[in-house]
Every structure is written in structure tokens, then in C-alpha cells.
């Protein structure tokens, strides 16, 4: 896909993603797709849905959400005072994940009802789930072609919010994997 990445809309890669998420991290139990996340107590019928929100081992709750990879900035072309800065992209990836923590955390108890519930039907796993200061990841974009310097200010621009659980390319996505499989391929030997 990556090959033809223009070819494919965020749905697709969506599609995708959902095959080898459990692949990217190792402590989550499962999770759910386009779960709907009232968003007004007050208002029925209002919602959000994050791509991905899944369960870790200890019933913790966080979020994945993806975009496109191709035509998506990661940063902006141009530096601000010798830094890259996000691109408009990436920061609307990043309100629109902070948004979704807010509202799992504004109606936590029925939120984590819910999302105990979707989990025994889709795994038959029973576990209280709990939303406390949820993390999200975010994979978008290509950074294989990143200069150093663009490099080093995407290492920053990772680690500088503290609800991010990770912001990953594409490429990033492809390493994991390769590491991954090389790790098995070895002690399969």
C-alpha cells in the first residue's frame, strides 16, 4: 500500500492498521473500532468516534487514531527559528485526540461500561475497564525522507506532549514490524 499510498483513502489504511495493531504494542488486551463516545450529557445523538480505543492488561484505556500517508504533512515545510514544527495536520491530529481523552474522561463511568461491555462481546474478556488521563497514538504521514535535523525535531515534537502515547510514521510503523519479525525469524532458528 505504502507503494501506492495515494491510490488509498484513510478508511483504508484504517482497514490496514486494525490487521497489525495489536502487533505495535504488546500490552494491550484488545480493542474496538469507531466506538461511539457521547460527547454532551445534556445533548442525545451527539458523538465522536476515535479510530481505535483499546484495553491494556490492567483494564487502562487509550486511543489510536490514523490518518492517510500520503499528502499528509508531518511538518511544517518551513522552519520556525531553525526548528520544524508540527504541520497543521499533525496538530489537528493532536486536538482532535486530546478532544476524544476529554470526552471519555467528562462521562468516565458510562464510558467505561460501555467499553467493558463491547470488549467481553468482541473477546469474551470480563474486565472493568478504567479511563484515568488516557494516552493516544497517532500514525500518519511518511518520514523516510526526513533530513537529520528534520529527524531530531520529530524525535522532539514526540515527546513533548504528555498525553501522547506515540506519533508514528508509516516508515516508523514498517520498523516495528521488520524489527519484530527479524526478532521471531531469529529464535526460530
Known sequence: ??????????????????????????????????????????????????????VDSKGFVDIVEIKKADNIQILSNREYRNNYIPSQE????????NKYCFWLSHNRKNNEELISKKIKEKYDIDIKTNIRNPKFTIIL???????????????????????????????????????????FRKKLK
Open 90 to 97: 499533525l496538530s489537528g491530529a493532536i486536538i482532535q485526540c
Open 141 to 183: 504521514g511518511r518520514s523516510k525522507d526526513f533530513t537529520e535535523i528534520q529527524q531530531k525535531d520529530f524525535r522532539t515534537i514526540k515527546t513533548q506532549y504528555n498525553n501522547v502515547n506515540e506519533i508514528l510514521s508509516y516508515d516508523d510503523v514498517i520498523i516495528k514490524i521488520e524489527r519484530l519479525l527479524d526478532t
Open 1 to 54: 500500500m505504502l507503494k501506492e499510498s495515494e491510490k488509498y483513502s484513510e478508511n483504508h489504511w484504517q482497514i490496514e492498521i486494525d490487521k497489525i495493531l495489536m502487533l505495535l504494542n504488546f500490552n494491550y488486551i484488545g480493542f474496538l473500532e469507531k466506538l461511539r463516545i457521547p460527547i454532551e450529557i445534556e445533548e442525545e445523538g451527539k458523538f465522536r468516534e476515535p479510530d481505535f480505543i483499546l
